[in-house]
């Protein structure tokens, strides 16, 4: 089992850049593939990015190609998310999710991904 926790949320004016960090427990942490997702109010969580266990296979929304970038540090156990350019569309609550299924492929399907951190807020204002 994985146990996920996101930090690295926040305020930011537009133009501006984060970065998210999702911890993960578990030695078995390189076999897991993994995603960002985000909800804003009143909306579906959707998704933002994924990779695949040794990250060499990545995938984005359409939404933030070109601008936010995933990467991961197995030794460490850590999965980041670097959003620049930020917009105010972007504001959200972001989750970091881990699948056992995805530890080769990529996918952006909600349902694939077993395990959820409790999320971080990011505020982009205008």
């Known amino acids: 089992q994985v146990q996920l926790v996101e930090s690295g949320g926040g305020l930011v004016q537009a133009g501006g850049s984060l970065r998210l960090s999702c911890a993960a427990s578990?030695?078995?942490?390189?076999?897991?593939?993994v995603g960002w997702f985000r909800q804003a109010p009143g909306k579906e969580r959707e998704f933002v990015a994924a990779?695949?266990?040794?990250?060499?296979?990545?995938l984005y929304a359409d939404s933030v190609k070109g601008r936010f970038t995933i990467s991961r540090d197995n030794a460490k156990n850590t999965v980041y998310l670097q959003m620049n350019r930020l917009k105010p569309e972007d504001t959200a609550v972001y989750y970091c999710?881990?699948?056992?299924?995805?530890?080769?492929?990529?996918?952006?399907?909600?349902?694939?991904?077993?395990?959820w951190g409790q999320g971080t807020q990011v505020t982009v204002s205008s």
């Open positions: 999710a881990g699948s056992q299924a995805l530890g080769i492929v990529v996918s952006s399907t909600r349902t694939l991904y077993d395990y």
């Open positions: 990779a695949s266990g040794s990250g060499s296979r990545t």
């Open positions: 578990g030695r078995t942490f390189s076999r897991y593939g």
